[in-house]
């Protein structure tokens, strides 16, 4: 079992700046380890969608297209922790944020919701223009 806290989301003006943190921890493994890591977001009305992953390294990461320039998805594994940094936030990226962990994926990153095996409970994420 994987235990995935998330923080940071809120209520911002457009233009504006947000940092989401997202833990993963697992107690029974014999290393805390690390993993393939997502963040997805789901708008009112519409499906969840990737918008950044990252490998278990942190070598390889991915953002989607609408937020490219904008956010950046980072890892420190020491922390156990991975960061969405959001600046430049527009009204369109509002919506409840999921961090995501996949445990199979020893290379690369995967954005295919099927992939992740535990979510976080969400972080609201607001933006007014």
């Known amino acids: 079992q994987v235990r995935v806290v998330e923080s940071g989301g809120g209520l911002v003006q457009a233009g504006g700046s947000l940092r989401l943190s997202c833990t993963a921890s697992?107690?029974?493994?014999?290393?805390?380890?690390?993993?393939?890591m997502g963040w997805f977001r789901q708008a009112p009305g519409k499906e969840r969608e990737c918008v950044a992953a990252?490998?278990?390294?942190?070598?390889?990461?991915y953002v989607t297209d609408s937020v490219k320039g904008r956010f950046t998805i980072s890892r420190d594994n020491a922390k156990n922790t991975v960061y969405l940094q959001m600046d430049g936030l527009k009204p369109e990226d509002t919506g409840v944020y999921y961090c995501?962990?996949?445990?199979?994926?020893?290379?690369?990153?995967?954005?295919?919701?099927?992939?992740?095996?535990?979510w976080g409970q969400g972080s609201p994420v607001t933006v007014s223009s």
């Open positions: 990252i490998s278990r390294s942190g070598g390889s990461t």
């Open positions: 697992r107690r029974t493994a014999r290393n805390y380890g690390s993993y393939a």
């Open positions: 995501a962990v996949n445990t199979a994926r020893a290379v690369g990153f995967t954005t295919s919701l099927g992939e992740y095996d535990y």
